[in-house]
């Protein structure tokens, strides 16, 4: 198969193995531009192995060895993200990823948005706190940190800890996201706020995201890929003829 031109992620016969012992097997798959694309699958098939595969973050694990082709589309070009050439920090710079357990660095609030992006991006500043702002508003802690900024991160609940991890991610700018169960860790109105952020970035912010939740995947997805014991075991298209009978059909045997 050949990879998609026009596409945010192309994969192509992906398979990682840890210590030998495969996590994920040969899939293939395209997320497109304008396209939220949810990645389903009961628990240990494989789904954030793939998602880590796709800004070689399981490089961060020994024994840990990738075979086939990942291409992004970055700044109008596609970029082979396995490519001898390829500088992982950079790729991972503009493809940020949010994992399902917050990692809050430990220093403020606002260190934690403002030393980022004068790392990755020479962002400082007055322009930088205007993106910290900006992206607390995002994703609705705005108000509630806005008088402790200066107090650590770690004093937030796991929720806001979570939400201050996709502002983040979300001040660095990245042109592709990839979010691990970003609402694992929330409660039911701060899963509801980032889910209308996602959907409001969905058409110009590509998006890879895992989620365990049926309603979620329902709500949120344009295309759904699931995953069986490593393995591409059907996919959904919101678009597709009788889009909600095959649905329930490809989801019935996720979650």
């Avoid at 840890?18 to 494989?46: H, I, N, W, Y």
């Avoid at 995002?138 to 991890?165: F, M, N, W, Y």
């Avoid at 110009?204 to 591409?232: K, Y």
Wanted: hydrophobic share 40%; proline share 5%; aromatic share 4%.
């Amino acid at each position: 198969m050949e990879t998609g031109m026009n596409a945010a992620i192309s994969i192509r016969d992906l398979t990682v193995s840890f210590q030998g012992k495969p996590a994920v097997s040969e899939v293939s798959f395209d997320v497109m531009p304008g396209e939220l694309t949810v990645v389903v699958g009961r628990s240990g098939s494989g789904k954030s192995t793939l998602l880590r595969a796709v800004n070689r973050l399981n490089e961060c694990f020994e024994g840990c060895e990738t075979d086939g082709r990942v291409a992004v589309r970055l700044a109008g070009k596609t970029l082979d993200a396995y490519a001898p050439g390829t500088d992982p920090e950079r790729l991972r710079s503009r493809v940020g990823m949010v994992f399902q357990t917050p990692n809050v660095l430990p220093i403020s609030i606002e260190r934690n948005l403002l030393l980022p992006q004068k790392l990755v991006r020479g962002v400082d500043g007055a322009g930088a706190r205007d993106i910290m702002e900006r992206v607390l508003d995002d994703v609705g802690l705005l108000d509630e940190v806005k008088d402790r900024l200066r107090q650590p991160a770690a004093t937030l609940s796991g929720g806001q800890q979570q939400r201050l991890c996709l502002a983040r991610t979300m001040a660095l700018e990245p042109e592709i996201l990839l979010l691990d169960e970003p609402t694992a860790s929330v409660d039911y109105r701060s899963s509801e706020h980032i889910e209308r952020l996602l959907l409001r970035l969905a058409p110009t912010l590509p998006m890879l995201v895992v989620s365990h939740s049926l309603g979620q995947t329902r709500a949120l997805a344009d295309r759904v890929i699931l995953i069986r014991e490593g393995s591409l075991a059907g996919e959904w298209r919101r678009t597709s003829p009788d889009a909600d009978t095959a649905f329930d059909e490809l989801l019935s045997s996720a979650f």
